[in-house]
Nanobody
Framework: DVQLVESGGGLVQAGRSLRLSCTAS????????LGWFRQAPGKAREGVSG????????YYADFAQGRFTVDRDNARNAVYLQMNNLTPEDTAVYYC??????????????????????????WGQGTLVNVSA
């Protein structure tokens, strides 16, 4: 069975940083684009960032650009999300996802993150990030 397991969430004060991790098993990791999505209370899920084959193939939602950094370690089957200068608006459950379709082209990676649609892909169970003012 495919599993994506997130970790690294928690309670943090505004202005501080967190690094989320996601480890995958049961799939050929190199075949997948990896992404981070989030869902705040009472809001729809939204895309945060995605990464294709390499650290040069990345996409960020506008709110994440300049504050968040995504990277992957294929040897460890892991993807990370470094989040800096957090604000209370970043409070949400953060989900890791994997998609073979999004890996095919940068435009598809962008579409995947912007749409939050992961048909045929996989989701983790989520990790809660709570940012206090």
């Amino acid at each position: 069975d495919v599993q994506l397991v997130e970790s690294g969430g928690g309670l943090v004060q505004a202005g501080r940083s967190l690094r989320l991790s996601c480890t995958a098993s049961g799939l050929i990791f190199d075949d997948y684009a990896l992404g981070w999505f989030r869902q705040a209370p009472g809001k729809a899920r939204e895309g945060v960032s995605g990464i294709g084959d390499t650290d040069d193939d990345t996409y960020y939602a506008d709110f994440a650009q300049g504050r968040f950094t995504v990277d992957r370690d294929n040897a460890r089957n892991a993807v990370y999300l470094q989040m800096n200068n957090l604000t209370p608006e970043d409070t949400a459950v953060y989900y890791c996802a994997a998609s073979t379709v999004a890996r095919r082209a940068p435009t598809l990676l962008k579409l995947w993150v912007d749409s939050s649609y992961n048909g045929g892909g996989y989701w983790g169970q989520g990790t809660l990030v709570n940012v206090s003012a």
